[in-house]
């Protein structure tokens, strides 16, 4: 059975081949996305407290790391609380996770691209009849300029409701790993107390 997160699909922005007959269809995918997403900071979060050895609950570590809203500055807390609890040697908890925190770093990427893009249609010509109607599609406003193709008004990312909806069950099998990591981390933190 293939993986879903290898490789990686959070690598690089895509321009969608086909849009949607729908905008609706394109606003119910991004509420479902960020749905999502939220999930899978919850999972990253769980993994940031087991890592500082949060073991009788993880409240007061959650509230902490909700305070930090940039997912790179999470991405380097995880990180580094990940290197720093299994500094000794190659140990395969921490192999697993700089994985999953290098498909997070990606993936927060992409959550931004659909949290901060809007939807547009395109209005394709018809030859001599009236134009076809609009195909729509998720795309950055034209004022995002590293979104934007230098010089142009091309977008550099384009989604439709199939591509969200990927990225959709990417951030859930994501979110899966991350809480399964978490686990196994808290297990051998206790463990390690012992």
């Known amino acids: ?3 879903i997160l290898d490789p990686n699909p959070f690598a690089k922005s895509v321009l969608a081949p086909v849009g949607n007959d729908s905008a609706t269809d394109i606003y119910v995918a991004v509420g479902l996305a960020l749905d999502r997403w939220e999930h899978c900071e919850m999972s990253f979060a769980s993994l940031y407290s087991a890592l ?3 073991i009788d609950g993880n409240y007061v570590q959650m509230r902490a790391f909700g305070v930090i809203t940039a997912p790179t500055t999470r991405y380097g807390m995880i990180w580094e609380a990940n290197d720093a609890r299994f500094d000794h040697g190659e140990h395969l908890l921490r192999k697993r996770g700089r994985s999953l925190l290098n498909l997070y770093k990606d993936a927060a990427s992409r959550r931004n691209e659909i949290a901060h893009a809007m939807v547009m249609g395109d209005v394709l010509p018809n030859g001599d009849k009236p134009p076809l ?3 729509w599609f998720l795309v950055p ?3 995002s300029t590293r979104k934007i ?3 142009t008004t091309k977008p550099k990312y384009r989604y439709s409701s199939r591509e969200i909806r990927h990225f959709t069950a990417c951030f859930e099998e994501l979110h899966s790993r991350a809480a399964k990591l978490a686990t196994e981390v808290s297990n051998y933190v206790v463990q ?3």
């Open 1 to 3: 059975m293939a993986d």
């Open 52 to 54: 500082i050895g949060a």
């Open 133 to 135: 109607p609009p195909i």
């Open 141 to 143: 406003p034209r004022f």
């Open 149 to 151: 193709e230098p010089g």
């Open 192 to 194: 390690q107390r012992s």
